[in-house]
């Protein structure tokens, strides 16, 4: 069983580890991994911006292998959370129009990537997960 556990503080601590996170993912995916970092980055970012206004806010990323079949990632936060379902419901009413925002479109990506999204009561993480795709050769 593959476990990995990484904590850091605000963007300047997830320029440090991003590289090798990012190397990670690719790692396990293969070559299609692309779209997954992306929507990593997109819960890494939400976790940073929305996760509490202190430069104390942990951000704390889980990967977990399961059974060598899914790749689950958590992104959690020392923040206060938001109301998971009022967003999503945004999301899912106005997905075109939040497109062309500047900002607010990590739910989406997040969700058109993933196999499984899912948010902890609270708000404040949120659980990636995504199948590997078995090798041929």
Known sequence: MHRLQISFYGQEGYRVIRHCVNEYIKQ??????????IAFNEAVNNAIKYGGKSKK????VKFHLLKGKRLVIRVKDTGAGF???QACQAAAVQPDEMLLEESGRGLLIMK???DYVA???RGNEV???????????
Do not use: F, Q, R, S
């Open 28 to 37: 396990v995916l293969g070559p299609h991994c692309a779209n997954m970092v």
């Open 57 to 60: 806010n942990t951000v704390t």
């Open 83 to 85: 109301d998971t379902a």
């Open 112 to 114: 058109a990537v993933a």
């Open 119 to 121: 948010y902890n009561k």
């Open 127 to 137: 659980l990636l997960m995504k199948k590997i795709p078995a090798v041929t050769e």
